[in-house]
T-cell receptor, first 114, second 114 residues
């Protein structure tokens, strides 16, 4: 079935380090792909998305590129800040009758230290 | 103004009780959702309504009953609460139910069943 696999956390980095959080997916057809972020005690916020192959989503210094050949949507940021500490969720929606149902990965906790 | 709001924010109750969680969105969206986040942060869709009609109904015990009095509101009623119902419940909305539409999440309702 359709699913999302994320790298397990927690990921612990020092401020200004480079961040990569891996995300791969299994889906029928060509899904839309999303990264959502959940700050402590809050709801989810859309970070970025890509709706077709080779699209790059970007926001707040984060980027992810929709790679159809490797079925991946890895999240990257060149220089993380303490304020980026949160749980990051990769997700997809399925075309063709999926009714915009978000299927989430397990989430990756990021902790950034000064 | 909060875009997607939920009440209550916290709910502590005894096993066997019946409780409701309310959700309202002021974004003018046609589609609303309920998601459950378990203790390991895993998120899974429960229901979705489009213009007051049920369009997604995942494998959820029938003790859970959503109700949409109008397209700006989607409430979740839970009968005969069980320990396993303890979780954070998130409401979300999107402009419509087309695949790939961005979903906007509420702050969550943390339910604890004792």
């Amino acid at each position: 079935g359709d699913s999302v696999t994320q790298m397990e956390g927690p990921v612990t980095l020092s401020e200004e380090a480079f961040l990569t959080i891996n995300c791969t997916y299994t889906a029928t057809g060509y899904p839309s792909l999303f990264w959502y972020v959940q700050y402590p005690g809050e709801g989810l916020q859309l970070l970025l998305k890509a709706t077709k192959a080779d699209d790059k989503g970007s926001n707040k210094g984060f980027e992810a590129t929709y790679r159809k050949e490797t079925t991946s949507f890895h999240l990257e940021k060149g220089s993380v800040q303490v304020s980026d500490s949160a749980v990051y969720f990769c997700a997809l929606t399925i075309p063709s009758g999926g009714y915009n149902k978000l299927i989430f990965g397990a989430g990756t906790r990021l902790a950034v230290h000064p | 103004d909060t875009a997607v709001s939920q009440t209550p924010k916290y709910l502590v109750t005894q096993m066997g009780n019946d409780k409701s969680i309310k959700c309202e969105q002021n974004l003018g969206h046609d589609t609303m959702y309920w998601y459950k986040q378990d203790s390991k942060k895993f998120l899974k869709i429960m229901f979705s309504y489009n213009n007051k009609e049920l369009i997604i109904n995942e494998t959820v015990p029938n003790r859970f009953s959503p109700k949409s009095p109008d397209k700006a509101h989607l409430n979740l009623h839970i009968n005969s609460l069980e320990l396993g119902d303890s979780a954070v419940y998130f409401c979300a909305s999107s402009q419509d139910w087309d695949e790939g539409e961005t979903q906007y999440f509420g702050p969550g309702t943390r339910l604890l069943v004792l």
